[in-house]
T-cell receptor, first 115, second 110 residues
Framework: DAGVTQSPTHLIKTRGQQVTLRCSPK?????VSWYQQALGQGPQFIFQ???????QRGNFPDRFSGHQFPNYSSELNVNALLLGDSALYLC??????????????FGPGTRLTVT | GIQVEQSPPDLILQEGANSTLRCNFS?????LQWFHQNPWGQLINLFY???GTKQNGRLSATTVATERYSLLYISSSQTTDSGVYFC????????????FGAGTILRVKS
């Protein structure tokens, strides 16, 4: 049973560029959440997708957008990259109970460096 | 929103020692998880424990939901236990997202 996978592992971009990160959830999971982890801090919630729609969003600007596909995989897009977007981006998957998520499982992350 | 506080922020142990990490949260929760983040950044699930007590090998956890805290016990620590330990909670009314504490950095010396 494959766990949560993410690609790419590492990415270096220039300020102002756009980036797309990808995530495949754990088998049997239908909900995907994205988190940003800056160095030395805990992960911060970006948004969550369920049934191909954004269900919940954290305190992140519109430059951050996402998508969920019919097979439950997801993409995170960041436009007009800033130096402050350099971070570890984590994807988590879970199964939705109808009220809240069951246990969330995280992928290995994508480390984005903006120069 | 909900607040999560972890203590201590840093902990240095000699191999073989025991430790207790604490997580306090400001409101009742639907979900509480403990994670270990390894040096490569991978968050490893330790426990899903919104209430009660669970054990897995040398690790155990207890959540007292009525008093809004959780404890993670590590016994007979090993150098491979080093890393950052996070507590994260979810409360339906605040949105279906995990809110993380700042973490406890654990260093186990041989």
């Amino acid at each position: 049973d494959a766990g949560v996978t993410q690609s790419p592992t590492h990415l270096i971009k220039t300020r102002g560029q756009q980036v797309t990160l990808r995530c495949s959830p754990k088998s049997g999971h239908d909900t995907v959440s994205w988190y940003q982890q800056a160095l030395g801090q805990g992960p911060q919630f970006i948004f969550q997708y369920y049934e191909e729609e954004e269900r919940q969003r954290g305190n992140f600007p519109d430059r951050f957008s996402g998508h969920q596909f019919p097979n439950y995989s997801s993409e995170l897009n960041v436009n007009a990259l800033l130096l402050g977007d350099s971070a570890l981006y984590l994807c988590a998957s879970s199964r939705w109970t109808g009220d809240y998520s069951y246990e969330q499982y995280f992928g290995p992350g994508t480390r984005l460096t903006v120069t | 929103g909900i607040q999560v506080e972890q203590s201590p922020p840093d902990l240095i142990l000699q191999e073989g020692a025991n430790s207790t990490l604490r997580c306090n949260f400001s409101d009742s929760v639907n979900n509480l998880q403990w994670f270990h983040q390894n040096p490569w950044g991978q968050l490893i699930n330790l426990f899903y424990i919104p209430s009660g007590t669970k054990q897995n090998g040398r690790l155990s956890a207890t959540t007292v939901a009525t008093e809004r805290y959780s404890l993670l016990y590590i016994s007979s620590s090993q150098t491979t236990d080093s890393g950052v330990y996070f507590c994260a909670v979810e409360r339906q009314e605040y949105g279906n997202k995990l809110v993380f504490g700042a973490g406890t950095i654990l260093r186990v010396k041989s």
